[in-house]
C-alpha cells in the first residue's frame, strides 16, 4: 500500500521560509518522477515543482528561484524548499508520485493528504 505523507507547512510572514516534507512508504520515491503541486481555494491544483527519476528538476516561473525540490534517497523522502514566501504561495500543498520516470510530466498515481501553507503579508 502506497502512502505519501506531508508534513512541514505552518503559517509563515511574508519574506519567510518553510521546508515541507513527503514521506513515502509502499514505494521507492527515486523509482519514480515526484512532483509538489499546491491548491489555493478557488484555484485549479498547480505543479509548482517536479524531479524525475534521474534527479531532473523543473519549476513554473512563479516559483522559480524561490522553491527548490530535494529527494533524499536513504530516507525516502522528497522534500521542498521555500524561501522568499509571498502571500500568493498561500495553498494546500500536495505531493504526487507519478507513474513515469522521466522528464515529461504525466498524471499523479498517488496523491499525499496536503499540508496547509499560509504566508502573511
Known amino acids: 500500500q502506497v502512502q505519501l505523507v506531508e508534513s512541514g507547512g505552518g503559517l509563515v510572514q511574508a519574506g519567510g521560509s518553510l521546508r515541507l516534507s513527503c514521506a513515502a512508504s509502499?514505494?521507492?520515491?527515486?523509482?519514480?518522477?515526484m512532483g509538489w503541486y499546491r491548491q489555493a481555494p478557488g484555484k485549479q491544483r498547480e505543479l509548482v515543482a517536479r524531479?524525475?527519476?534521474?534527479?531532473?528538476?523543473n519549476y513554473p516561473d512563479s516559483v522559480k528561484g524561490r522553491f527548490t525540490i530535494s529527494r533524499d534517497n536513504a530516507k525516502n523522502t522528497v522534500y521542498l524548499q521555500m524561501n522568499t514566501l509571498k502571500s500568493e504561495d498561500t495553498a494546500v500543498y500536495y505531493c504526487?508520485?507519478?507513474?513515469?520516470?522521466?522528464?515529461?510530466?504525466?498524471?499523479?498515481?498517488?496523491w499525499g493528504q496536503g499540508t496547509q501553507v499560509t504566508v502573511s503579508s
Open positions: 524531479i524525475s527519476s534521474g534527479g531532473s528538476t
Open positions: 509502499g514505494i521507492i520515491v527515486r523509482l519514480n518522477a
Open positions: 504526487a508520485l507519478e507513474p513515469s520516470k522521466g522528464t515529461i510530466v504525466t498524471i499523479p498515481r498517488y
